[in-house]
């Protein structure tokens, strides 16, 4: 046994020697310009490499540099800068003076995909003759060797030409490639814009065999968090799975498979894009659920004690743009082209539960196409095709909805108006504008449409009753019976709104009951919340007393003019203006009777004068 341990302690030194001498003799900063030129012969890239090198034995075999950067050819800023590079190289190789890189670590690096770290030729760089001669693997430029790769608090900057650059922070990646270009990478960062936060998780399994040809990639984990302005207190979480793609002929983009969640909706499907000057999208999604309430904090709520809730959450505004003014042009329409198909089993918007939601919207380049867009709301149904012409200067919107058999009164409440109104609507027409919002309808859109409702409600006013109440003050002879509902209720009712710029005219408005006829037309301000009606009122039901009397009233409409602002109706009546006329009407045709059987007396000249004065 103690031979055994004194030939083990032998080796051991032996080893130590031998390495401690290795390390002796072999000096790293003699692959220095191995590197430099190895860089530059495979992909055309400038390495450079500040300080000394030196090596690191415990415990992997390394190469230790200072800060390094790298950068394209022509580039004025580098591509990939780092304070400090590792190499984890193999041990044998370096008796012979060969280095075998296992692995390389990046820690603090920043890579910026910006203009100005791209590859630019020299102005007065020769060009040559055009040649069909197909890109090869020995003539394709870049390409990845590296077996092990880790970069660790690391920073990456994103810029397109013209576009606001977005910065990835506490980027974490590790990746390992085996001989056959197979890939598993872990990747974590953190996003911050606009005033909101996003970190973001993955681990991917990726295929670089034909690189630069193609190269897929299956996500098999991806998290994510996003929290900040214009979001829900508690921000948006998820996670996802999917395929992707890259297919460098046709500059494609290909994600399949696609599971995707955030907060409690979901979305399935697929998705591409093809990259050119004028990117081609093409999506095609579907969802169990789509919760749009919970995941943009400014969506409204049905109810009021929700929208106290929503309220008090502490959500942040969007940061002031340094313009003072928000584009609501839709010219970024103009810069690509997308067909998007999305159905939904279950969509919750505005605190309205939708159900069997599709849509198919093509934009090209500017002419958004909605053709189609619809839905089931309870036991109701709507759609909404229509088109958005931002090609010129001015955006031109145009909608023809179709509404069959929904309840207004949800439909006011989720757009804040405080008309107590319920019953169902059924509606069609053709409405234009310029900006695709609520707030816009309200104030600068035009259109018409024939509405017609069945089992209508309005709260806050009695037509029956106010009228019955004026006539039983007036006239003795007949009363009303007790009605204590504070309502007026129709069985059917019609009209034709014009809308223009927020004034909207409702003309030919007929409506009936059992207890009550009504015509009329009036105005209503979208904007001021106010109102002006004037309405002809026939009471059929609920009078008592004199029957001759109420027989008049049965056929004697009532005007009655409603005005003022929604929430505090006002009303005028003019009953005893109908009523005297009424009876002067009766008392002429009474007269008149009596003339044409008395034609001989000689009263008949009084009466003719008292008619005439009547």
């Known amino acids: 046994m103690k031979r055994f341990l004194t030939t083990l302690m032998i080796l051991l030194v032996v080893l130590i020697a031998g390495l401690s001498a290795l390390v002796l003799l072999v000096n790293p900063n003699d692959f220095r310009e191995y590197m430099v030129r190895q860089v530059e012969s495979r992909s055309g890239y400038q390495l450079k490499i500040d300080g000394s090198l030196r090596w690191h034995v415990w415990p992997q075999l390394s190469i230790l540099s200072g800060r390094m950067s790298l950068t ?39 890579i910026q995909l910006t203009p100005q770290t791209e590859e630019r030729r020299p102005k007065d760089a020769p060009v040559g003759p055009s040649s069909n001669i197909p890109t090869t693997d020995d003539t394709r430029g870049w390409s990845f060797d590296i077996a092990k790769l880790k970069v660790v608090d690391s920073v990456l900057v994103f810029q397109h030409d013209g576009d606001e650059q977005i910065t990835v922070r506490n980027i974490n990646l590790h990746m390992e490639q085996d001989d056959k270009k197979q890939a598993h990478i872990e990747l974590s960062s953190r996003i911050n814009r606009d005033q909101r936060d996003m970190n973001l998780s993955l ?113 942040l505004a969007r940061p002031v743009i340094a313009s003072g003014t928000e584009d609501n042009s839709y010219q970024n329409l103009r810069g690509y082209s997308a067909q998007v198909k999305i159905a939904a089993s279950n969509v919750r918007w505005r605190g309205l539960d939708f159900t069997d939601v599709q849509s198919a919207i093509n934009n090209q380049y500017g002419l958004l196409t909605v053709s189609e867009l619809m839905g089931n709301l309870g036991h109701g149904s709507m759609s909404f095709p229509g088109q958005l012409d931002a090609r010129k200067g001015e955006p031109q919107l145009t909608f023809t909805p179709k509404v069959d058999n929904i309840e207004i ?107 009550l006829e009504l015509t009329g037309q009036g105005s209503l301000d979208l904007v001021k919340q106010l109102c002006d009606t004037r309405f002809n009122v026939t009471v059929l039901g609920g009078w008592e007393g004199d029957s001759k009397l109420i ?15 929604w929430q505090k109706l006002n009303y005028s009546l003019q009953v005893d203006q109908v009523l005297r006329k009424q009876l002067q009407n009766e008392a002429k045709r009474r007269l008149n009777d009596w003339l044409d059987k008395h034609k001989d007396s000689s009263k008949s000249k009084d009466v003719k004068e008292l008619l005439n004065k009547l």
């Open 203 to 315: 681990v991917a399994d990726l295929n670089a065999a034909d690189y630069p040809q193609q190269l897929s990639a299956k996500i098999s984990q991806l998290n994510y968090q996003i929290q900040g302005a214009d979001l829900p207190a508690k921000g948006i979480s998820g996670t996802s799975t999917m395929t992707a793609r890259w297919l460098e002929p046709e500059r494609r983009v290909e994600l399949s498979q696609l599971q995707l969640t955030a907060n409690d909706s979901d979305l399935q499907g697929s998705a591409s894009v093809v990259l050119e000057d004028k990117p081609q999208w093409v999506i095609d999604l579907h969802a169990n659920k789509l919760n749009l309430d919970g995941l943009v904090a400014a969506n409204a709520v049905t109810n009021s004690q929700t929208v106290q809730k929503a309220q008090q959450q502490p959500t």
């Open 551 to 565: 027989d008049v009233l049965k056929t004697t409409p009532i005007p009655l003019r409603v005005y003022g602002p």
């Open 409 to 515: 009164g949800q439909i006011l409440t989720a757009f804040d108006y405080p008309i107590a109104l319920s019953g169902k609507l059924s509606m069609e027409g053709e409405f234009s504008g310029d900006r695709l919002n609520a707030e816009a309808f309200r104030r600068s859109w035009q259109g018409d449409a024939s509405i017609t409702m069945s089992h209508s409600t309005m709260k806050g006013m009695n037509f029956q009753q106010v009228i019955q109440q004026a006539v039983t003050r007036s006239n003795g002879d007949v009363q009303a019976k007790d009605n204590y509902d504070n309502v007026t209720t129709l069985d059917s009712f019609s009209a034709q709104a014009n809308l223009d710029n927020g004034d909207l005219m409702l003309k030919k408005m007929e409506g009936k009951s059992s207890m």
């Open 72 to 110: 394209a050819p022509g580039a004025s800023q580098p591509l990939l800068s780092a304070e400090n590079m590792r190499l984890d190289v193999a041990l044998i190789p370096l008796i012979s003076h060969q280095l075998q890189v296992h692995q390389v670590m990046l820690k603090g690096a920043v």
